[in-house]
């Protein structure tokens, strides 16, 4: 969907984008293949030829931060999959507090491998592993997992896309909380977690602070299953979006 996007050049409205999908033009390459052909509403089009001369540019360094500057935060769901290579999905627990000490762990997964980093034994180790990427995908992540990782590493920059999925998803019509998006999708999770919220990831993380080590492999085993799950859900999200968008 990125190389259909439009809005980063400047002088390219929502509107002006989309008249250009309904003339024809999904794509740069078939923008730049007769660029006269198209209304532009005004905007130059050696202009925006000389943009998308830079974006394939861009595109092909993977300079994800070029196009971050460039895009609303809405459409950061435009990206996947061209950055599918430098994404990763993110979830954190928490002990129930509200500062940045209360991470008890973060959850990543980069489509292929899952990690952990837990308070207490590699925590520090989250800012060295985020910094190789420039895409993020969280689950309500722009109001709880970010300012909380902020407030925990307040060097990290956060730079990088963001696609948080509570919002996207409501563009599709679906409303609540992770779990229950999930039920309404048909993703199912495993016995051992199945029906635990972050309440219980709480309660597990405080079992095995009293000394209770299969409490943690639980707590592990729920966040993992929430950032693979996310996965899933940004699948849904893209092919949905991108059928509205260009009516394919």
């Not at 740069?28 to 998308?52: I, S």
């Not at 996207?168 to 199912?188: D, N, V």
């Amino acid at each position: 969907m990125l190389t259909s996007t439009f809005l980063h050049i400047p002088g390219i409205t929502g509107g002006i984008e989309r008249s250009l999908w309904r003339q024809g033009a999904t794509t740069w390459d078939e923008f730049q293949a007769q660029p006269d052909k198209y209304d532009l509403d005004g905007v130059d089009t050696k202009r925006v030829l000389r943009a998308l001369d830079s974006s394939w540019k861009r595109l092909q360094s993977q300079d994800f931060r070029y196009f971050r500057r460039k895009m609303p935060m809405a459409e950061h769901w435009r990206v996947f999959p061209e950055f599918s290579q430098k994404l990763t999905y993110l979830d954190i627990e928490t002990d129930g507090g509200s500062s940045g000490d209360s991470i008890t762990m973060v959850g990543v997964f980069d489509g292929k491998e899952y990690r952990s980093f837990v308070k207490g034994c590699n925590l520090e180790d989250f800012p060295g592993y985020i910094e190789n990427y420039g895409v993020i995908v969280t689950f309500f992540g722009s109001g709880f997992d970010v300012p909380m990782l902020s407030r925990k590493f307040p060097w990290i920059r956060f730079d990088m896309f963001h696609i948080d999925l509570c919002p996207t998803m409501r563009r599709l019509g679906l409303r609540g909380g992770l779990k229950k998006i999930e039920r309404q999708l048909g993703i199912s999770r495993s016995e051992d977690t199945q029906g635990l919220s972050g309440r219980d990831a709480i309660f597990l993380w405080n079992r095995y602070v009293a000394g209770d080590e299969d409490a943690l492999d639980r707590l592990i085993q729920y966040n993992e299953e929430d950032v693979v799950n996310l996965e899933k859900l940004m699948r849904i999200a893209y092919h949905n979006l991108r059928s509205s968008a260009l009516g394919d």
